[in-house]
């Protein structure tokens, strides 16, 4: 909130100053995030030097979990189910898929309870709140750089080269980054509030991760459903990113997805701004 001095002119020769306050402009906030980027940058070394600092694998975990999940696809849906994937080796298929819903889960979970883990530093100092989630999303993109190096080692593995589609490959990853901000960010100031929103959001991340065409395609879902199914904003980035590393086809709602990421992106950073002068107060 932005503090501005209005002067008033009573019938006395006396002048006062009555201090209103308003609401800043966005504009005003992106300039007061960069004034604290040091805090953003000290808060992102900080989650990086502990997250695996009494571990004796460290930093390994980060090849090991997709792997080994990469791993009980392959046995289950490529091996058991021998799910259709067009010819392409199934272990490329799935993690064209995987290594972005990493990045989607790995934010929504830590950017969604930063507000909540960080209630000693919000209540004692003044900073923009939303600095919270954006270190998380520093920290996860650590995971997802490992992961597209697991991505290219897998592609040269196999001897499968991306097609041109993998220009655009960029901009679904900067939709990718929107749709996971904007989850994470709506729901750390949603969890102040209403603390039954962190079980909810485990729960629907396991239940999304079905719903989304991960370990199968989308066309084994009925064209009928299909503008439902793709009100899911993971399930059009997903395929998009399927379809700009190994090619195929994209189904023609998949603009759905994109349409329901912008409006999620910015209701939740309207929400998050209009409650986050009062985070301190409630949490």
């Not at 909130?1 to 009573?10: E, G, I, K």
Request: with cysteine.
């Amino acid at each position: 909130m932005a503090l501005t001095a209005r002067r008033m002119t009573p019938k006395s020769s006396t002048s006062k100053k009555i201090i209103t306050s308003q609401r800043s402009s966005f504009h005003f906030y992106l300039k007061e995030i960069w004034a604290y980027r040091g805090l953003l940058w000290t808060l992102t070394y900080r989650d990086l030097r502990i997250r695996y600092a009494q571990t004796y694998l460290g930093f390994i975990w980060l090849i090991l979990q997709p792997l080994t999940t990469l791993l009980i696809f392959s046995l289950v849906f490529g091996i058991a189910i021998k799910v259709d994937t067009g010819g392409i080796p199934y272990p490329v298929f799935a993690f064209a898929g995987l290594f972005a819903w990493n990045y989607f889960s790995g934010l929504v979970s830590q950017g969604g309870e930063s507000i909540l883990n960080a209630q000693g530093l919000i209540t004692k100092v003044y900073f923009p709140k939303i600095i919270l989630p954006l270190s998380k999303a520093i920290v996860v993109s650590i995971d997802f750089f490992i992961n597209f190096l697991l991505m290219v080692i897998i592609l040269i593995w196999y001897q499968y080269a991306p097609p041109s589609n993998v220009w655009f490959l960029p901009v679904w990853l900067l939709t990718l980054i929107i749709a996971s901000l904007g989850v994470s960010i709506g729901l750390s100031a949603l969890s102040i509030q209403f603390r039954d929103f962190q079980p909810i959001a485990k729960f629907s991340l396991q239940v999304g991760f079905y719903l989304t065409p991960i370990a199968y395609p989308s066309q084994l879902i009925p064209t009928l459903y299909h503008p439902l199914y793709y009100c899911n904003p993971m399930a059009g980035i997903v395929e998009g990113f399927r379809w700009s590393i190994i090619g195929g086809q994209v189904s023609p709602y998949i603009y759905i997805s994109v349409g329901v990421t912008l409006i999620l992106f910015i209701t939740s950073l309207w929400y998050f701004r209009r409650v986050e002068q009062t985070m301190a107060d409630i949490v």
